[in-house]
């Protein structure tokens, strides 16, 4: 898809209807059957990528709920670590095509399937999807993740160490690579989820 590969090659900001027609060697006015405005064409993009989510992973909806929860997340970071640039094209509105449906369908009937009442579903659903989201928005903006890392480390050193003894004590820990960031706090909501999802069943 020549709009899919533009965002991944120039960012979210490239693609436009006029910059689309030029590399396809067409008319603006030949896409606009096909797209009805920008927002179109950016909705369809969206929803390649979450085709490309959904149709790798069948069957996984019987490891049980947090095992499904976890690879999901994992996959559409994956995904949109691979599409970096359209992490920000999702921010610009809810995804509404039928890829994305889908995938949000699957999820809620998860959840709603392992005893997670209708509110906590919900919310538990658009918690991880926001966290993975933003994620991804930042490795969309990082170019030179060792140079910003080598960055961090050398403004640490300078700090007073007698003023700054906690971060001192942890130095060696940062910075800390943004995908282990993400595993961790991962299991981390998938951990609290599973003791709010416990409260409600003993309500």
Not at 6 to 35: C, M, P
Not at 148 to 175: C, G, H, M, S
Request: net charge negative; with cysteine; glycine share 4%.
């Amino acid at each position: 898809m020549a709009a899919l590969q533009i965002v991944n090659d120039e960012g979210a900001d490239a693609l436009t209807l006029r910059y689309l027609a030029k590399q396809l060697s067409s008319g603006t006015a030949t896409l606009y059957r096909h797209f009805e405005s920008r927002e179109d064409l950016i909705a369809q993009v969206v929803d390649r990528v979450f085709a490309e989510m959904e149709s790798s992973m069948p069957g996984i909806d019987n490891l049980g709920w947090e095992m499904t929860c976890r690879m999901l997340a994992n996959h559409m970071f994956k995904v949109l670590c691979h599409h970096r640039g359209v992490a920000p094209l999702l921010l610009q509105s809810v995804p509404k095509g039928p890829n994305a449906m889908i995938q949000r369908e699957r999820s809620l009937a998860l959840l709603l399937a392992n005893g997670f009442s209708t509110p906590l579903a919900v919310r538990a659903y658009v918690t991880l999807a926001r966290y993975v989201l933003g994620f991804a928005v930042q490795l969309s903006d990082r170019h030179d993740e060792d140079r910003d890392n080598a960055q961090i480390t050398a403004t640490f050193l300078k700090l007073d160490r007698a003023a700054f003894p906690a971060t001192f004590a942890v130095i060696d820990e940062f910075p800390i690579p943004l995908e282990e960031e993400f595993s961790f706090g991962l299991e981390l909501m998938i951990a609290g989820l599973s003791q709010i999802r416990k409260c409600d069943l003993n309500q």
